[in-house]
Nanobody, 111 residues
Framework: QVQLVESGGGLVQPGGSLRLSCAAS????????MAWYRQAPGKERELVAA???GGATNYADRFTISRDNAKNTVYLQMNSLKPEDTAVYYC?????????WGQGTQVTVSS
């Protein structure tokens, strides 16, 4: 079992930055991919960034995913935030057979 806890969300003004963290506990052996998704009100959950042993893929050019293996933590650096980035952000750890999700952290971009 893997438990994921996100943190770092909050209210930020347009143009600001936030760094989200996702700390994993439990056995993360077998995890092949770590990712960030977001879900805005009334919209489907969408993939924002992912990282594997082969590297990182950021699907939004203002967002950067990174990891700290020693801390079992994955991060999402978000810059130049826009109101349309407002959403609940979730981290996901994927194994060969299961997807683990965190509880989500709210990001609100508003003046």
């Amino acid at each position: 079992q893997v438990q994921l806890v996100e943190s770092g969300g909050g209210l930020v003004q347009p143009g600001g930055s936030l760094r989200l963290s996702c700390a994993a506990s439990g056995s993360i052996r077998g995890i092949v991919r770590m990712a960030w998704y977001r879900q805005a009100p009334g919209k489907e959950r969408e993939l924002v960034a992912a990282i594997t042993s082969g590297g990182a893929t950021n699907y939004a050019d203002r967002f950067t995913i990174s990891r700290d293996n020693a801390k079992n933590t994955v991060y999402l650096q978000m810059n130049s935030l826009k109101p349309e980035d407002t959403a609940v952000y979730y981290c996901q750890f994927r194994s060969a057979s299961y997807n683990y999700w965190g509880q989500g952290t709210q990001v609100t971009v508003s003046s």
